[in-house]
């Protein structure tokens, strides 16, 4: 548990000092996901066990796990190591680097990696702004996901999102996270208590940061205007949490052009573009 409280704090503190971020919310989304998957539930430490650390003195400067890295703002120099031990240790690794970060580009060009045409995309909201909620139809609500009595349709939900079956142990692991909030874990129900449509955003309190995780509605229900109130409505809580600003990441627009729209349609505004790099 040490090194991944030390991973926490290093996230913690360096968000804000680059102009694009690999955020705690993430990790820590992804760190449970990880406990939860297998039929063995691992422990914070097995989960951990692949993943390099790079120090500067007694201070962590890097974190290279499978898929995702993070680089202090004043180390980046260290990206060439770290592609290095990547090669190594993950063979198959992705890496995805902002449009921009030429050096990190100049980094995996020299080590023959390719820029491919595939990326994420990040908007951001500012949330001094004014937030309005959204009426539904009459006899849907907004409710919380801890206050539901079932959970198999909210796993469902989440399957629809991810393409991974949740469970309960996922749904554990989330809630000892630190950046879990009941007030963003949100579904709407309809007439008869069925959930219709998810959606769940987790709070940085120190950076103030909404990292909106997950949106999916069911097909029977699209075209209602479900996904728009429930982020509406998780941005009026993020606010009242304190939060500052909301970010979500989102898969091209070519490919995935109902979620961009939806984002856009509420006000997100585009930050920047992540591509992914490949051998």
């Not at 980046?76 to 995805?96: K, L």
Request: glycine share 8%.
């Amino acid at each position: 548990m040490q090194d991944y409280d030390e991973i926490r704090m290093f996230l913690e503190n360096e968000y804000g000092n680059t102009r694009f971020d690999y955020n705690l919310t993430l990790f820590e989304f992804q760190t449970a996901l990880s406990c939860g998957l297998g039929d063995q539930v691992k422990t914070i430490d097995e989960v951990l066990e692949k993943v390099h650390l790079w120090f500067n003195g007694d201070r962590l400067v890097g974190v290279l796990e499978e898929g995702a890295f993070y680089v202090a703002a004043d180390n980046r120099f260290i990206f060439d190591e770290m592609v290095e031990v990547g090669e190594n240790s993950f063979p198959e690794m992705e890496w995805e680097v902002y449009d921009g970060d030429s050096d990190f580009e100049e980094v995996l060009s020299k080590r023959v990696f390719l820029k491919s045409e595939e990326y994420w995309v990040r908007r951001d909201f500012d949330l001094s702004r004014l937030v309005d909620g959204l009426e539904l139809a009459k006899g849907y609500k907004v409710r919380s996901v801890p206050d539901l009595q079932e959970h198999e349709e909210v796993f469902q939900a989440y399957k629809l999102c991810y393409g991974l079956l949740f469970n309960q142990r996922m749904f554990d692991r989330f809630y000892e996270t630190s950046t879990y909030r009941k007030e963003l874990d949100l579904v709407v129900t309809g007439p008869e208590g069925e959930v219709v449509a998810l959606c769940s955003g987790r709070y940085d309190e120190r950076n103030r940061l909404v990292t909106v995780e997950a949106v999916s509605c069911f097909h029977e229900y699209r075209g209602r205007g479900m996904s728009k109130a429930l982020i509406r409505q998780m941005l009026i809580a993020a606010k009242e949490l304190g939060a500052d600003q909301a970010t979500v990441y989102t898969g091209m627009p070519e490919k995935f052009p109902a979620p961009n729209r939806l984002y856009e349609s509420i006000g997100f505004k585009l930050v920047g573009k992540k591509f992914v790099w490949k051998k």
